[in-house]
């Protein structure tokens, strides 16, 4: 299982940036996949996840700012990311699980300026 994330930059107060995570190596239609962050010298945390079906979950942190989103025939997970704050500042990492192996992406680098 490969997980490819990209699209992480540096952006400024209020911008918007798009992730994208590429699988492969796995069934990516069936399983569930979700994005964490890791803030400068803090635990990751879970940001947003989705499941086969396109039932999604939101940190409360990010409702209402992030959409997380799949797309079966391309086999990649996106983040959409607007209202950005510094606080969103991080790595992002894209994840799933497959026969109770955890799998996480290489993580893209996300800076808010203020």
């Known amino acids: 299982v490969q997980l490819q994330a990209s699209g992480g930059g540096s952006v400024q107060a209020g911008g918007s940036l798009r992730l994208s995570c590429a699988a492969s190596?796995?069934?990516?239609?069936?399983?569930?996949f979700a994005w964490y962050r890791r803030p400068p010298g803090k635990q990751h945390d879970l940001v947003a996840s989705?499941?086969?079906?396109?039932?999604?979950h939101s940190a409360d942190s990010v409702k209402g700012r992030f959409t997380i989103s799949r797309d079966n025939v391309r086999r990649t997970l996106y983040l959409q990311m607007n209202i950005l704050k510094p606080e969103d500042t991080g790595v992002y990492y894209c994840?799933?699980?497959?026969?109770?192996?955890?799998?996480w992406g290489k993580g893209t680098l996300v800076t808010v300026s203020s």
């Open positions: 994840f799933t699980q497959l026969r109770g192996v955890d799998y």
């Open positions: 190596g796995i069934n990516f239609k069936i399983n569930t």
């Open positions: 989705i499941t086969s079906t396109g039932v999604s």
